[in-house]
């Protein structure tokens, strides 16, 4: 009894929560297209203002729903991920994310998001463990090695990142991130202590 009224009372603060940050993420969706802080393969937050909330709410209610009831179906947990993601309800998307990886552990779909909600919930070591992951998996995909450099020039690692922007720029070298990298590179290695 006191876990359905937990999880009704859950669903109830999520949808404010999530009425909250897409009125937010309306807001920011402009700043963030025009920001030089992400590679330009780095998704773009949507917002959902022109959705009924009651009817976005059914959605979520009914996808998370499906996840909890069905552990083993990756869809319905990439779903219920993708839906956290959009809140910025990240620990969440994680969790599900991790579930759809140990489904379908070949899955690059789920590896490459693992490594982008990480990265924006500002875990650095796990999204580039995700990250690097995908390299593997697809060494010349140039959104996971611009994620990876971007990732690694966050953590604050230099040896790693300039390895990373060299595979990209070998990879694309017309790709529209390489000087907005090198910049962050030397203004990293000149920032630390010789």
């Known amino acids: 009894m006191f876990a359905i009224i937990g999880l009704l009372l859950g669903f109830i603060v999520g949808f404010i929560f999530s009425s909250t940050m897409s009125q937010r993420a309306t807001l920011n969706a402009a700043a963030l297209a025009g920001s030089t802080n992400l590679p ?5 937050i949507q ?10 709410f059914a959605e979520v209610q009914a996808a998370i729903s499906k996840a909890r009831t069905e552990p083993n179906n990756f ?3 990439m779903k219920a991920a993708e839906l956290y993601y959009k809140i910025e309800r990240y ?3 994680i969790e599900y994310l991790l579930k759809a990886n140990q489904l379908q552990p070949g ?17 650095f070591d796990q999204a580039e463990k995700w990250y690097k992951a995908a390299a593997m998996k697809k060494p010349d995909d140039v959104r996971v090695l ?3 450099a971007y990732t690694q020039l ?3 690692d230099a040896g790693e990142a300039e390895k ?25 290695k000149s920032a630390k202590p010789k």
């Open 107 to 123: 899955s690059f779909e789920a590896i490459v998001a693992l490594g982008q909600v990480n990265l924006d919930a500002a875990h």
């Open 40 to 44: 330009a393969d780095h998704p773009q």
């Open 164 to 188: 990373s922007i060299a595979k990209l720029e070998q990879t694309d070298p017309t790709n529209e991130d390489l000087q907005q990298f090198r910049d962050k590179l030397a203004t990293l």
């Open 75 to 77: 869809d319905a947990q």
């Open 47 to 56: 917002g959902s203002a022109n959705q009924d909330p009651q009817q976005v």
């Open 146 to 148: 611009a994620s990876l």
């Open 154 to 156: 966050q953590k604050g």
């Open 91 to 93: 620990d969440q998307a």
